[in-house]
């Protein structure tokens, strides 16, 4: 990385490409998102939906039904702004801005919305979808944040607020971190602020959608 001329150069060695994935992030998402924090944007792994004009960023870590989530609540006409990792800025307003409409989905589902995605023979691992292309009229560039929820796994829906500290201590785990100190304080700076202005949430996922999509409206968008 070189701040001053805003550049980025990588030697990739054949035995790395084999790495695919972590391969991207290593060359362009964490790369990118340490120049884009030169201006004040940060890149968040997370989702980010809109429904009634309030609109709520979906964090956590993988594996804990996030993905089912989000495709479950543009089934139910929830728009998106990014559905894996999002832009953050502050001018003053907290908003979300567009970022990869792909999201990885494991075969369980997949055959869950099979109805929507098309059938498909049973797979290993993940696909990686272009929601946009199933959802096109459902995308959104960008959205002023309303709420946060952290996503974690439940056999039922559970939705409890949590305190400015502990929502610091989150945001921490899914934000992007990077090695310069300047810009390692002034992302830690941009993570407190957004726990003392933003409501915030735990969210247990559960297996009803429909139920998920109510509760979601009726607790955390209608105090928004």
């Known amino acids: 990385m070189n701040y001053a001329e805003k550049s980025v150069t990588a030697t990739i060695m054949e035995q790395a490409l084999a790495y695919r994935a972590m391969l991207g992030n290593w060359v362009l998402t964490i790369p990118l998102s340490e120049l884009l924090k030169l201006r004040g944007i940060y890149l968040m792994h997370a989702a980010y939906l809109v429904r009634e004009g309030k609109g709520i960023l979906f964090a956590g870590r993988s594996e804990v039904g996030k993905t089912t989530l989000i495709i479950g609540l543009l089934v139910m006409g929830w728009r998106m702004v990014s559905v894996d990792e999002v832009f953050l800025a502050s001018n003053p307003q907290l908003f979300a801005y567009g970022g990869p409409e792909q999201s990885k989905v494991s075969w369980q589902s997949w055959k869950r919305f099979s109805y929507y995605l098309g059938e498909q023979s049973r797979f290993n691992g993940k696909k990686i979808v272009h929601l946009g292309d199933y959802f096109p009229g ?87």
């Open 138 to 224: 459902q995308v959104l560039d960008r959205h002023k944040v309303s709420a946060i929820c952290f996503v974690e796994q439940s056999d039922r829906i559970k939705i409890t607020a949590i305190d400015p500290g502990t929502c610091y201590q989150q945001l921490l785990s899914v934000a992007f971190l990077n090695s310069e100190p300047n810009l390692t304080r002034r992302n830690s700076d941009f993570l407190y602020e957004i726990s003392q202005q933003i409501p915030v949430y735990r969210l247990g996922v559960g297996l009803d959608i429909k139920a998920l999509h109510t509760t979601l409206i009726d607790t955390v968008l209608s105090g928004n």
